[in-house]
């Protein structure tokens, strides 16, 4: 099991950005696939992005594609979520979340680890 603590989040305005970070502790951060995820209110908890242990393969859903992008440093235990050109609809709580395995995914029920999460609010 991986602890993981997120940061990084609050209020800007349309246009604006955000880079949310992501710290794990406990089991070796490297074997993790971890991603990104937000929940709006009355909305299911959706994917918004992926990275593997390596950094080498990642995934962006649709909405946020050439506006964020994910990294991870393995020497820090952190993964982040950089966040440019926010839109109001961007307004979520995100979830950074951990799972063991060679494939990635989008589906949150693969993941086994998640943190409290983290409030972005982006007005218009």
């Known amino acids: 099991q991986v602890q993981l603590v997120e940061s990084g989040g609050g209020s800007v305005q349309a246009g604006g950005s955000l880079r949310l970070s992501c710290a794990a502790s406990g089991r070796t951060f490297s074997v993790y696939i971890m991603g990104w995820f937000r929940q709006a209110p009355g909305k299911e908890r959706e994917f918004v992005s992926g990275i593997n242990w390596s950094g080498t393969v990642r995934m962006y859903a649709d909405p946020v594609k050439g506006r964020f992008t994910i990294s991870r440093d393995n020497a820090k235990d952190t993964v982040y979520l950089q966040m440019n050109s926010l839109k109001p609809e961007d307004t979520a709580v995100y979830y950074c979340?951990?799972?063991?395995?060679?494939?990635?995914?989008?589906?949150?029920?693969?993941?086994?680890?998640w943190g409290q999460g983290t409030q972005v609010t982006v007005s218009s």
């Open positions: 979340a951990a799972r063991v395995g060679l494939s990635m995914s989008r589906d949150p029920l693969t993941y086994e680890d």
